[in-house]
């Protein structure tokens, strides 16, 4: 059984800073991309970032420049770096992990979600 914590989200104003992290348990082989998406109130769930297992990476035009998405693989852990935060970046933010590898089989896995709050 594979299981994503999520930690770092919180209340910042406006022009600030977080930083997200997602760590994966369970017997992992290897784990092809991580990402993160988030959901404001009352809109669809979006992409903000990911990375691939090689390094790319692949931002949304709304947080390019602010928002630096990285990970450690030797602790399966993949982080967002937010900085400048806006209000509309207000929201739910959830891990994603896919392509996870384990014991002869590969699925994608979600974390429980972080509350961030920006206050303008």
């Known amino acids: 059984q594979v299981q994503l914590v999520e930690s770092g989200g919180g209340l910042v104003q406006a022009g600030g800073s977080l930083r997200l992290s997602c760590a994966a348990s369970g017997t992992i082989f290897i784990i092809n991309g991580m990402g993160w998406y988030r959901q404001a109130p009352g809109k669809e769930r979006e992409l903000v970032a990911s990375?691939?297992?090689?390094?790319?990476?692949n931002y949304a035009d709304s947080v390019k420049g602010r928002f630096t998405i990285s990970r450690d693989n030797a602790k399966n852990t993949v982080y967002l770096q937010m900085n400048s935060l806006k209000p509309e970046d207000t929201g739910v933010y959830y891990c994603n992990a896919n392509g996870v590898q384990t014991m002869g089989r590969m699925d994608d896995y979600w974390g429980q979600g972080t509350q961030v709050t920006v206050s303008s």
């Open positions: 990375i691939f297992l090689g390094g790319r990476t």
